[in-house]
């Protein structure tokens, strides 16, 4: 997977509105190789689910 660091650097290119939300001890299909921050599998996914949800409402509240 991509450095963060790397990620962060294209992300600061990009010139559309853009969020990073980061599952740690996930890899790129989301899955929890291990508990390593007390967060179950379901967790993780109801959290991004979160993260994605808020991205969406701030995007579509600035479209006119």
Known sequence: ???LNEL???RKKMTVKNDL???E???H???KR???DGMTQDDAERSALDHIQRF???VLDDVP
């Open 1 to 3: 997977m991509c450095p």
């Open 25 to 27: 001890g996930g890899d």
């Open 56 to 58: 969406l409402v701030e």
């Open 34 to 36: 291990k508990r390593v």
């Open 21 to 23: 939300h980061v599952v």
């Open 8 to 10: 962060e650097k294209v």
């Open 29 to 31: 299909s989301l899955k």
